[in-house]
């Protein structure tokens, strides 16, 4: 499946601020990170969830040096159509190591947990990731109950970054989420960014996001082509 044209008149700009909250070494030679974001929009997987309004998301984890991890993740959320829910929290434990010079490992479970929500939304994640190069990656997620189906998702990306030079790259993302067709079709979704590093740790971001008309369907009116421009910390 392609990727619809852009249509000017469902753009959607968004204006996210990311920023480092905490990034400290302990004596148990680990790190603790958090984070705050700020953004007109959530978007994920090609379709909004905060009906294209301002949503917010802070996080912390924790590292060790043999490449576990630990990570809780709470942002705002307003779905369509409505099911009272107002907020997700996602919990992940994970392990991520280079496995030679060029190549790295990523894999976690994870839960997500939406509170005040109506039925039954939440649902658990196992996603691998494989890098090659820190430029070429691909990963696979399988997901429980992949959007309150009671059914089982799978999304495979795959991703680019490409250097132009010191503050410039392109980065590129195609996706594909398969849903039990008992559900919905499966569809596909992607992105192209163009970020600018132009004052260290700080980027602009200017992304192009796209979606089939199977997506569309899907989510009538929070999918399609939209364009997102976002301030961020570089990790």
């Not at 998301?57 to 107002?86: C, H, I, M, W």
């Not at 496995?99 to 994640?125: F, I, K, V």
Request: aromatic share 10%; with cysteine; proline share 3%.
């Amino acid at each position: 499946m392609h990727l619809e044209k852009i249509q000017a008149t469902r753009k959607v700009v968004a204006v996210a601020i990311s920023v480092l909250l905490l990034g400290a070494a302990t004596s148990v030679q680990a790190d603790v990170f958090g984070s705050v974001v700020f953004t007109p929009d959530d978007e994920w997987r090609g379709s909004s969830r905060a009906r294209e309004k301002p949503a917010v998301q802070t996080g912390v984890e924790y590292a060790r040096d043999s490449g576990f991890y630990a990570s809780v993740l709470g942002s705002s959320v307003k779905f369509k159509p409505d099911n009272n829910a107002n907020s997700e929290f996602d919990v992940s434990l994970g392990w991520s190591s280079k496995l030679a010079q060029d190549r790295a490992l990523d894999t976690y479970h994870a839960r997500h947990q939406y509170s005040g929500a109506q039925g039954s939304p939440s649902w658990n994640e196992v996603n691998a990731m494989v890098t090659w190069r820190d430029c070429y990656w691909l990963s696979v997620e399988r997901c429980t109950n992949a959007m309150a189906s009671k059914a089982t998702g799978i999304d495979t990306l795959v991703g680019m970054r490409h250097p132009v030079n010191d503050p410039w790259r392109i980065e590129g993302t195609l996706a594909h989420y398969f849903l039990d067709s008992a559900y919905a079709d499966s569809y596909t979704h992607g992105s192209l960014s163009v970020v600018w590093k132009f004052q260290a740790p700080f980027e602009a971001r200017l992304t192009l996001h796209g979606t089939d008309s199977a997506a569309n369907r899907m989510f009538p009116g929070m999918a399609g082509s939209r364009v997102e421009f976002a301030l961020q910390t570089a990790s």
